[in-house]
T-cell receptor, first 113, second 114 residues
């Protein structure tokens, strides 16, 4: 079946570096994508979203890039901080009205001071 | 900032027992969801709820599961006869009208079935 997946299970960076977390999705019909951050013992926290009619969206220190041609999504975190250490999930959905999210497996981001 | 709250944070139960997981969604939200995450695995959709009825459910959400919105604030997930494989972190989520894809999650209830 179609699914969302991640290339790198763990990413280790130094504080101040820029981080890039990647995600491949296979459902070409998906039209809305979200990145979530999950800290230990907590629920997924919304970071940034993007619709399929866009290829880039920027937030505070974060940028999401969408390449529909190769069905690839990335999350860029600028000037990564120790507080950014968490598991990051991409999720996709169809704008079907009730929006069941399909999550990827997650990437652990470890930021060293 | 408004948030989704879940109780209890941890629930231990014996196999075959009934459990009820409770959630208070964000007050002006109209879409409600349950997801679960088995340790080390990805977050999986269970059920969505809108306008006092189930709008969508996954294969995981079998006859042992039910949801209810008994009043204007609570949203519950009941598992009638728990199995060992029901052990997981259960997340409640809610979304506002018009932005129903943008889910806000609670901190979860860790269910352990012994």
């Amino acid at each position: 079946g179609e699914s969302v997946g991640l290339h790198l299970p763990t990413l280790s960076v130094q504080e101040g570096d820029n981080s890039i977390i990647n995600c491949a999705y296979s459902n070409s019909a998906s039209d809305y994508f979200i990145w979530y951050k999950q800290e230990s013992g907590k629920g997924p926290q919304f970071i940034i979203d993007i619709r399929s009619n866009m290829d880039k969206r920027q937030g505070q220190r974060v940028t999401v890039l969408l390449n529909k041609t190769v069905k690839h999504l990335s999350l860029q975190i600028a000037a990564t901080q120790p507080g950014d250490s968490a598991v990051y999930f991409c999720a996709e959905t169809l704008n079907s009205g009730y929006s069941t999210l399909t999550f990827g497996k997650g990437t652990m981001l470890l930021v060293s001071p | 900032e408004p948030e989704v709250t879940q109780t209890p944070s941890h629930q231990v139960t014996q196999m075959g027992q009934e459990v009820i997981l409770r959630c208070v969604p964000i007050s002006n939200h109209l879409y409600f969801y349950w997801y679960r995450q088995i340790l080390g695995q990805k977050v999986e959709f269970l059920v969505s709820f809108y306008n006092n009825e189930i709008s969508e459910k996954s294969e995981i959400f079998d006859d042992q599961f039910s949801v209810e919105r008994p009043d204007g604030s609570n949203f519950t997930l009941k598992i009638r006869s728990t199995k060992l494989e029901d052990s997981a972190m259960y997340f409640c989520a809610s979304a506002a009208l018009g932005t129903n894809e943008k889910l806000f999650f609670g901190s979860g209830t860790q269910l352990s079935v012994l």
